[in-house]
């Protein structure tokens, strides 16, 4: 294009019907760029650049995404000095922190990013019932053992208790928030399709039953029964017994069964490992 300009400023652009060439071989450079553009904006129309209303609308939603933001930067640094304390109480070497992704979205969010407004919504309806499921562990088994948790370690489990509450508010919050009118307004404007948010939530919905149903199968099945049964005869009467957890080895000498028995009484409570041939 610009050697064309070039060639109609020049010496060449003096001469009528070279010039008239000229012309026309810009205007349909012109013309095949815009149909370029128009096609690309028509397969993304979030890359086209916004108008000043729907730039207002943006503007308008940006304090919304803003607040959600702040609360999942909150949200992050609470967890991790949750994690960080565990740690050291527990005097753990290894370091690993999660919670990466709300301080991932929660950037974004103060970047004012509509696309990430509306996934982090869509994910916030996902994990309403997978993250009530997290206190499976006072439903899922004996209630005796519930309560010497609570009475030999209150602090640890009541904080257990605490962030998954924390956790439901931060996705009523967010759902809340992400999906304020002006926001709603911004992502239209902005070429966005309205999300049906039936979807993540009888996802989520599905995946809490499946868990719970592989976990109960688990339990209860003859593995750990088995392991119930041995760990009982080591330990004898006066104790509760629950498998917390099943699985399998493989070793040189063969394939083993592996459990985990919580062993308790009034006094405490023990993580009894126990491994058996298959």
Same mark, same amino acid.
């Given at each position: ?16 019907? +070279? ?43 940006? %304090? ?65 019932? %997978? ?40 996705? +009523? ?19 966005? +399709? ?33 392991? +119930? ?7 004898? %009467? ?13 070793? %040189? ?26």
């Amino acid at each position: 294009m610009a050697s064309l300009q070039q060639a109609l400023a020049g010496p060449e652009g003096t001469d009528a019907a +070279r010039r008239q060439r000229i012309e026309m071989e810009i205007a349909q450079r012109q013309q095949d760029d815009l149909e370029a553009q128009q096609r690309q904006w028509a397969a993304r129309p979030q890359d086209k650049p916004l108008d000043p209303a729907a730039a207002a609308l943006a503007a308008a939603a940006r %304090p919304y995404l803003q607040s959600a933001g702040y609360v999942l930067l909150f949200t992050w640094v609470v967890l991790t000095v949750s994690v960080c304390l565990e740690i050291v109480l527990a005097d753990s070497r290894i370091y690993v922190v999660g919670g990466v992704e709300l301080l991932i979205f929660g950037i974004f969010l103060l970047r004012g990013s509509l696309r990430a407004a509306r996934w982090l919504r869509w994910l916030a309806v996902f994990c309403v019932v %997978p993250t009530v499921l997290a206190l499976d562990f006072l439903f899922l088994q004996p209630w005796s053992l519930t309560v010497a948790q609570f009475k030999l370690a209150p602090a640890y489990r009541l904080w257990s208790v605490l962030e998954v509450v924390l956790s439901l508010w931060v996705i +009523r919050y967010l759902y809340r928030q992400l999906g304020m009118p002006a926001v709603a307004a911004a992502c239209d404007a902005k070429g966005y +399709r309205r999300r049906d948010l039936r979807i993540p939530a009888l996802l989520g919905l599905i995946l809490g039953i499946v868990g719970i149903g592989i976990k109960l199968a688990a339990l209860h099945g003859d593995t750990a029964l088995q392991a +119930r049964a041995i760990v009982a005869q080591r330990h004898g %009467p006066g104790y509760g017994y629950h498998v917390s957890g099943v699985g399998r080895s493989v070793t %040189p000498q063969g394939a083993l069964h592996t459990a985990l028995v919580q062993v308790w009484d009034d006094k405490g409570i023990m993580q009894v490992p126990v491994q058996w041939p298959q």
